[in-house]
């Protein structure tokens, strides 16, 4: 197995390993790269459904998306992505093509406990185009004005799925309507012990404890700290790959720039903690 780091900041490519047969010592050198460098793609994996849920297992629990109309038939833990992306009249469904790609964001913010990791494995890749690029939340962290530090110190933003815009495209009506929830704008890595700039422009409603022009104002200066030189990194997708990243120190995008026409295909898990809680189910 050999390790390289990519970015400077985040990022790390592993090769020459099988997933399907790793030792537990193996798997502890991928997650400790994996801790460290925030984001890391595992090259040249053939996996079954089975193989991939048994490895995303390793990391943690592994829990359905709120999107159900994109959830695997058979496994509902499975999210597809950039499946059935045209109707029936063949018209493109864009919240399909562009799933992920309207903003850097973390995955799960709407969720009491959000998820500690999102893993991916590319099962049909465009012939250009379709990258995903992501950010250090570390970086933003260290990178904060300290007056705007001292702003946001101890405060929590409210999050909701569709956020400010209330984009729910992919969500059942009936999962729509959910209360927000509250985290930490600066918050401590529970295993590094460091601090990172947890803020999600897409679903962030409100800064807590402040007016409402307050908030807008924090959020803009917020969304102007997230990517710092050298706290970035952007994936070239092969088929094959699985790449994993890590919610509570990076941002991530999608590209959404490859022929809508070819096929961009992943498989989905998103990850939390063994032992957290699942997610309340919508009332
Ligand atoms: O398709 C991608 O590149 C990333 C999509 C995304 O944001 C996600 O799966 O959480
Ligand atoms: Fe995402």
Not at 24 to 53: C, G, K, M
Request: proline fraction near 7%; glycine fraction near 8%; aromatic fraction near 10%.
């Amino acid at each position: 197995m050999q390790i390289r780091q990519l970015g400077e900041q985040i990022g790390a490519e592993i090769v020459d390993v099988d997933v399907k047969r790793l030792t537990d010592s193996e798997f502890a050198a991928i997650y400790e790269t994996w801790l460290a460098h925030n984001v890391i793609a595992v090259r040249d994996q053939v996996l079954q459904i089975p193989d991939f849920l048994d490895y995303s297992r390793r990391f943690g629990s592994i829990h359905p998306h709120p999107s159900k109309s994109t959830r695997h038939p058979e496994h509902p833990e499975l999210t597809l992505l950039g499946v059935n992306k045209f109707r029936a009249d063949g018209s493109l469904d864009r919240a399909i093509y562009r799933r992920g790609a309207e903003g850097f964001h973390t995955d799960g913010a709407y969720d009491r406990v959000p998820f500690k990791a999102t893993q991916l494995y590319a099962v049909a890749i465009p012939s250009h185009g379709g990258d995903t690029l992501f950010a250090s939340m570390y970086a933003a962290c260290d990178a904060l004005p300290a007056a705007l530090r001292s702003k946001i110190e101890g405060r929590n933003g409210a999050y909701v799925y569709g956020g400010r815009k209330r984009s729910n495209a992919l969500l059942n009506a009936e999962d729509r309507d959910v209360p927000p929830v509250f985290h930490p704008l600066i918050r401590i890595h529970p295993e590094t012990g460091r601090p990172a700039l947890y803020f999600d422009p897409g679903k962030i409603l409100y800064v807590e404890g402040c007016s409402p022009a307050e908030s807008e104002a924090i959020i803009a200066e917020l969304e102007g700290c997230m990517l710092q030189p050298g706290g970035q990194y952007r994936h070239r997708w092969r088929k094959g790959d699985i790449v994993i990243w890590d919610n509570r120190c990076s941002y991530h995008k999608a590209a959404g720039d490859y022929p809508p026409e070819e096929d961009r295909i992943h498989w989905r898990v998103s990850i939390k903690d063994h032992d957290d809680p699942p997610a309340a189910e919508p009332a």
